[in-house]
């Protein structure tokens, strides 16, 4: 007959294959939603240039554009640009990594702790994928695996 711990050390090494399992899928999905979230944006770009060469009255391509393109929660960081063109939820995740308690870097649980999160592992992943695309376009550092903190911005 079997232990109770042998059971539920099995029983766990089975669960910890499939979070493995589960994370890389995880990480595929993110990566391909990331490509169709920039070839959505280029889509966007070019209809609205094509719309403005084709335009008559140059004010009416301007609001036409305006009323359709699709804003990315995180654009690319360019030079000069503020957090405040994020989305609400990574303005705060940007603040939280500016200020003296992710000067060193975070962990998403302690992330999520700093944002009044519950600290569950659907939230901390939630953090962890925002964090890391935040990184894609430049508005934060991965500074060790699992490890976030603010971009550093020079000064002068």
């Given at each position: 007959?079997?232990?109770?711990?042998?059971?539920?050390?099995?029983?766990?090494?089975?669960?910890?294959?499939?979070?493995?399992?589960?994370?890389?899928e995880?990480?595929?999905?993110q990566?391909?939603?990331?490509?169709?979230?920039?070839?959505?944006?280029?889509?966007?770009?070019?209809?609205?240039?094509v719309?403005?060469?084709?335009?008559?009255?140059?004010?009416?391509?301007?609001?036409?554009?305006?009323?359709?393109?699709?804003?990315?929660?995180?654009?690319?960081?360019?030079?000069?640009?503020?957090?405040?063109?994020?989305?609400?939820d990574?303005?705060?995740?940007?603040?939280?990594?500016?200020?003296?308690?992710?000067?060193?870097g975070?962990?998403?649980?302690?992330l999520?702790?700093?944002?009044?999160?519950e600290?569950?592992?659907?939230?901390?992943?939630g953090?962890?994928?925002?964090?890391?695309?935040?990184v894609?376009?430049?508005?934060?550092?991965?500074?060790r695996?699992g490890?976030?903190?603010?971009?550093?911005?020079?000064?002068?």
């Open positions: 007959m079997p232990s109770v711990l042998g059971l539920l050390e099995a029983r766990e090494k089975k669960v910890r294959e499939e979070i493995a399992r589960l994370r890389e995880a990480e595929r999905v990566a391909t939603l990331g490509e169709a979230e920039r070839a959505l944006q280029r889509l966007v770009d070019a209809r609205v240039t719309a403005e060469v084709l335009a008559e009255p140059p004010s009416a391509v301007a609001e036409s554009a305006r009323s359709t393109v699709v804003r990315a929660p995180v654009p690319h960081r360019a030079e000069g640009m503020a957090a405040s063109v994020l989305a609400p990574y303005q705060r995740i940007v603040s939280v990594l500016e200020s003296e308690a992710g000067r060193d975070m962990r998403c649980q302690q999520a702790t700093a944002l009044g999160l600290v569950i592992p659907a939230k901390v992943e953090l962890r994928s925002k964090a890391k695309r935040l894609e376009r430049g508005w934060a550092l991965q500074v695996p490890v976030f903190t603010a971009l550093a911005v020079p000064a002068g």
